[in-house]
């Protein structure tokens, strides 16, 4: 798995903490460091079939297509891109112009992830989100015009605007537009944005967690009422349209993660870039560092299973933690288990899989956080 962070926007999005960019001053110089990152990283990954490439950010569709293919081409010459490769590329609605979509028709992208969020201008303005209502139904009918038919859609809940009434119209429309994938967040108020700094003045009321939690479960039912299968705890699919690229990451696979702020993991290690762009594009161009490096403990690689794990239907595999890590990681589990067995937030199935119940969904990080063995040492 192969994913580019892609760190330009528009705009910021009042409660957005990743990292990007809002001038396209220096991008030539960005793709040609990324670029320069695939050559320089090339041995990364033990497997050199690609089976996913996903373009993240920022916004990937402020690029134009020819940016696109320069670096799925210097992907080509380094790996194998498996001939059934997802490639998703993220796509702001206001970007999605029918010429874009027809440029884009000429490159391997073949799924589309469009933040749609909201589907009403006002819960969109107080998002400060770069599109509008009419662009964000539009935008979606386009991309299906087109022949896309991989498309998943971003909708976000638990923020003071969201009405009950309102969040039901959101989900309903998605699925009135036969989407065969969603993935919904929670509204957080991260240090550092916008949103946090409105909170902090009064200017905007803090998250309520019972909202989030009551429109969580209002997503669970009435997405999977509508023939959705909910296989990770933000993400819902139909048809077995699971996301390849995020299913092998909770699943443990390795990637390489290409452009600043960009994480990357092999199983024994993890690593992440500078989260600077003129510090990464000079790094790129001296050959000096541009990111640090984690070894894992055991304990380390363990913690990581639990906690991509348990927000999955496949939930954590017993068998699996005694034959990677020893029986007493099993009985670890089994142990620090019991009292969300006893809440029925977590379930045993006959196949040795231990996952969430609906109601443990909503306390899936918490659960994870209980689960993990802390080296005391």
């Known amino acids: 798995m192969i994913y580019f962070h892609i760190p330009f926007c528009k705009q910021a999005c009042h409660y957005c903490d990743f990292h990007f960019s809002t001038s396209l001053k220096y991008k030539e110089e960005m793709l040609a460091a990324m670029q320069q990152e695939i050559v320089k990283r090339a041995h990364y990954l033990e497997d050199k079939v690609v089976h996913s490439l996903y373009f993240g950010g920022g916004t990937p569709s402020i690029l134009d297509a020819e940016d696109i293919l320069k670096l799925i081409g210097t992907v080509e010459k380094h790996f194998e891109i498996s001939s059934e490769a997802e490639i998703t590329l993220e796509a702001n609605p206001d970007d999605l112009t029918a010429e874009k979509v027809k440029a884009l028709r000429q490159t391997p992208i073949n799924r589309f992830s469009i933040g749609i969020q909201s589907f009403y201008e006002e819960d969109l303005r107080w998002m400060n989100r770069a599109h509008n209502a009419e662009e964000a139904d539009s935008s979606i009918k386009r991309v299906?015009?087109?022949?896309?038919?991989?498309?998943?859609?971003?909708?976000?809940?638990?923020?003071?605007?969201?009405?009950?009434?309102?969040?039901?119209?959101?989900?309903?429309?998605?699925?009135?537009?036969?989407?065969?994938?969603?993935?919904?967040?929670?509204?957080?108020?991260?240090?550092?944005?916008?949103?946090?700094?409105?909170?902090?003045?009064?200017?905007?009321?803090?998250?309520?967690?019972?909202?989030?939690?009551?429109?969580?479960?209002?997503?669970?039912?009435?997405?999977?009422?509508?023939?959705?299968?909910?296989?990770?705890?933000?993400?819902?699919?139909?048809?077995?349209?699971?996301?390849?690229?995020?299913?092998?990451?909770?699943?443990?696979?390795?990637?390489?993660?290409?452009?600043?702020?960009?994480?990357?993991?092999?199983?024994?290690?993890?690593?992440?870039?500078?989260?600077?762009?003129?510090?990464?594009?000079?790094?790129?161009?001296?050959?000096?560092?541009?990111?640090?490096?984690?070894?894992?403990s055991k304990e380390d690689q363990f913690n990581e299973y639990v906690m991509t794990s348990i927000r999955t239907m496949w939930g954590l595999d017993l068998q699996k933690i005694e034959k990677d890590f020893g029986y007493d990681y099993r009985q670890h589990v089994l142990r620090e288990s019991q009292v969300f067995f006893d809440n029925e937030e977590l379930e045993i199935l006959e196949n040795h899989i231990l996952r969430a119940t609906t109601k443990g969904k909503l306390l899936a990080d918490h659960i994870a956080s209980e689960l993990f063995l802390v080296d005391e040492n």
């Open 144 to 296: 299906q015009d087109a022949g896309f038919e991989n498309i998943t859609c971003d909708l976000i809940y638990g923020y003071p605007l969201l009405t009950d009434e309102k969040w039901k119209s959101n989900m309903q429309k998605l699925i009135t537009l036969d989407i065969p994938h969603i993935s919904s967040y929670s509204m957080t108020v991260e240090k550092r944005t916008a949103l946090a700094h409105f909170v902090k003045e009064g200017k905007t009321p803090a998250m309520s967690d019972a909202q989030s939690a009551n429109q969580m479960l209002m997503l669970i039912d009435t997405l999977t009422q509508s023939g959705f299968e909910h296989y990770e705890i933000s993400n819902f699919a139909k048809n077995g349209r699971y996301a390849k690229h995020n299913t092998n990451y909770w699943k443990g696979q390795h990637y390489l993660g290409i452009g600043p702020s960009a994480h990357s993991f092999n199983g024994n290690s993890r690593s992440w870039n500078v989260a600077n762009n003129a510090k990464y594009i000079a790094a790129l161009a001296d050959n000096t560092d541009f990111q640090e490096i984690e070894n894992l």
